[in-house]
């Protein structure tokens, strides 16, 4: 079982996700959504397209753009189509 925690909290749990570039990402279904609100932040990666991003938002503090996902993955990138990822001092422990 793989955990995403912020600020001591679990933000998302499974046993199936997908490792791209030394990054675990969830399924959007075992993120917990309540502590997601959308961010206007994007990026771009030539072989897995644009990324979008959402802050975390746990206990009144944010983490500003924590997490990304892709929602419109190119080919190459398939794998990761409705699946979020973490950074910026967010815990990922298997």
């Known amino acids: 079982m793989v955990q995403a925690k912020w600020n001591g909290t679990v933000i ?10 030394g990054n675990h990402y969830f399924p959007r279904e075992a993120v917990r959504a309540e502590f997601l609100t959308d961010s206007s932040h994007s990026s771009f990666c030539p072989w897995k397209g644009t990324a979008s991003y959402h802050n975390l938002v746990v206990d009144g503090e944010t983490n500003g753009d924590a997490a990304w996902y892709y929602p419109d993955p190119k080919d190459a990138a398939a794998e990761i189509r409705d ?12």
């Not at 998302?12 to 570039?21: C, K, Y």
């Not at 699946?83 to 298997?94: L, N």
């Open 83 to 94: 699946r979020i990822a973490f950074w910026k001092g967010v815990e990922v422990s298997a």
């Open 12 to 21: 998302a749990e499974s046993d199936d996700t997908v490792v791209v570039e």
